[in-house]
């Protein structure tokens, strides 16, 4: 086992940076925000060297880490609303999870509808969604996670349609034909 | 299948589906609505753009990770910091404001003393930006001086004070009964400490970037700077779920900037970046901290990461940033995409700042075309056209050896940048005119022309092409829409014509009329344009007969639901009056097979708005 942090880290994180990086896109929709959450999840990891050696699955218990950093990230941000005490007109911030510009220059109308619908999901839902399109089965959701398994389809079923609603809701039409068009 | 299969899949499966799987899917998710809004919308998700490692990034998790999450007071990361009180940062500002110091211009231009550039891997040396040298382990730029440092000035807004005791709060500010609470939990000694270190770190950090010159927000420019900008700090204050202030979170407050950059018509371009979180934890004397709140962090390593990334996001580059950039291209150990990519962001910076010299540097240069003669022709293409207006000669051999080898996209961006670049070049001229006779594809042959003829031949040759009804009717079609969605270098920079309403509005009755008929049957157009031309095309000419008749058959005919419903939406909107019309609506809202077109084109029905 290395000894040192940074040992840890070259050994055991960083193969598996790129993948943390994915992932965290895929939550946050937000280059700067995915960045913070897969740093967040890097020291994090780090800092726990028995529970990393006794990870059965390395990659698996570093999605655990970066689920729980996303979630506490998420309910730290819910518990705040956010009062601007300075002049709104002075700048207009971006709010908190949006793609930015750039992402959403490189992404078609369906995509951006699709990016936005997701972001207003609940942050587990998310990251269900997530973990299946990564290609973890319930099991292996079920471990990352720690919500049952039985549970699990329900919640999944939901999150599907709560992103069919939200984006329904953004963009007037169905989300299948807005969808079955974008993939055209 | 049946619909528990799909559900299956869809929660569970781990392997690709083989083809008879997937073909059994798909054909239970045609007949099922509630299967196909689960099926595409999993697998758009899945197909929605991803992110690539930025260029440093291990490096600087590593770099993280060696800091631990104990507080340090050289630790530069990007965790929340907390913020103080609004009226110490406006009058800390004020006092700022009035003391800028000029920038040291002189001497090594080392960035903060305590922060290796972000971007370089952490066993690299600082980059002394004096220097024209690089540790062995970086690869070496090209040998030439270093470039010059960009010039522009920054004026720094601070937040207007809190209402003054009494008085009515804006809107959207705290409720009066909270406004006292929440200046006393800003007033206090730690958060004012915090925000003036804060502060101070900033300016100071600022002071320290070649070329930026500190102005007051309220004066003119003092003399003609480069570029002009004006970074916005707005402090919230965060309130709890009842919507009063949190006292425990009282030293939490978030932290956004923005930079306008002032053009010298008068003109503002408003820069975003990147939105910037900074939770300044207050220097953690006298406060306990918040349970589950992150630990004590350094005023000034925040402000250090600020102005990292205002240098990198918004101030003209400098060679800390571009550097690392360009060796990151010029390193053949990383592979062609990796490297495409960093390409894509040296072309993304001199087209934000309208400024080609990253482009002519001779190491990109080299990169270039080493990537160009190694890559796919698609790489090709797109370095073809990244090229375009740095009018570097080393890429017409290049270029006229595509013309002949390459396929057709290809061909046409070469012809691009050799038309817009190189036209002077006899060279340049003969190939041009070879393809205008001999190219086998006739839009490579009309793009050759326009470059030597010019716009109004290639004006002709669109709508000539339009109405030539012996072309397939896809071939038809492709120079208008060549014409309205040229291609662009990136995805980023793809932009529809600037004057696209206007092309569009100047077809002739005849031009509609070959358009009208040549759309639907042309195919799945480049660049996914079919909807927004299909679209965009039968409102702008919904009058002509023949728009009616396309919108009408392809309602009717169509089978795809997305064009459907396009055509009954624009139908309902501009032809209600039309009895053909409204018969055609109503047989789609009762009848048609896909329940979102009948949905779609019932809501834009008048008699069925609200």
Known sequence: MPDTRTDRFDA???????????????????????QDLVQETCVAACENPAAFGQADHPVRWLMRVLHNRFIDGTRRKKRSQLVPLDDADAATPLVCGLPGPEESALQSDAQRALSRAFLQLEEVQRTLLVLRIEGYDLDEIESITGIDREVLRARLHRARRSLARHL????????????????? | MNCREITGILDNQKAALDPGQRRDAEAHVATCKDCAEAWHLQNALAELPGMPLPYGFAGRCRALVAQGVQAAPNRRTVRRILVGTLAALAAAAAVVMLL???????????????????????NAPVIDLSATEFSPDVPQT???????????????????????????????????????????????PPRQQAVQAFQSALLEELRRVPGLTLVDPDQPVPEPAGKNYRVAFMFLTQLGLDGRAVPGDSRIVELTATAEQLKADGQKTRRMMSFLRIDLLAPCAGIPPVAGAPPCNDPRGQATEV????????????????????????DTSLDASQRIKTFEDLFRISKDQEDLALLRDPGVVRAALALAANGDPTLRA?????????????????????????????RLAAIETL??????????????????????????????????????????????????????????????????YPPGATAASSTSHPDYWQILDQLDDKAVRALAEALPNAGKLQGGSTYNLLGNFSSRHAGNPAVTEMSLGLLERSPNPTIRIIAGQSLARTQYADPRVRDALTKAVQGDPEPSVRDQIRQTIPAARP
Request: proline share 11%.
């Open chain 2, 100 to 122: 800028p110091r000029p920038v040291d211009s002189t001497g090594p231009g080392t960035l903060a003393r305590n922060a290796p550039v972000a971007d370089v891997e952490v």
């Open chain 2, 142 to 188: 090209s040998a030439i001086e270093a470039p010059a440092k960009p010039k522009f000035t920054v004026s720094i807004v601070p937040p207007r004070p809190l209402p003054a005791a009494g008085s009515a709060p804006a809107s959207g500010v705290v409720p009066p009964a909270d406004l006292e609470a929440v200046r006393a939990l800003q007033n206090s």
């Open chain 1, 168 to 184: 329904e809701q953004q963009t007037g039409a169905t989300s299948t034909a807005l969808l079955i068009g974008s993939q055209s």
């Open chain 1, 12 to 34: 055991l994180v960083a193969p598996h940076l790129e993948t943390l990086l994915r992932v965290a896109y895929r939550l946050v929709r937000n280059r700067s925000d995915a």
């Open chain 2, 419 to 484: 038309a817009g670049d190189f036209l002077g070049d006899p060279r340049v001229r003969a190939a041009l005119a070879s393809l205008v006779v001999e190219d086998p594809n006739p839009l490579v042959r009309a793009v050759a022309d326009r470059g030597i003829s010019g716009e109004a031949s290639w004006r002709r040759y669109v709508v000539g092409s339009l109405g030539d009804a012996n072309r397939p009717a896809a071939q038809r079609v492709e120079a208008l829409v060549y014409y309205l």
């Open chain 2, 307 to 330: 102005v990292r990334k205002l240098r990198q996001e918004v101030f003209p580059p400098d060679p800390s940033v571009t550097r690392p950039l360009q060796a990151r291209l010029q």
């Open chain 2, 382 to 410: 797109q370095i073809w056209r990244m090229m375009r207006g740095a009018g570097n000669p080393d890429f017409i051999q290049p270029m006229l050896a595509s013309l002949t080898q390459d396929p057709a996209d290809v």
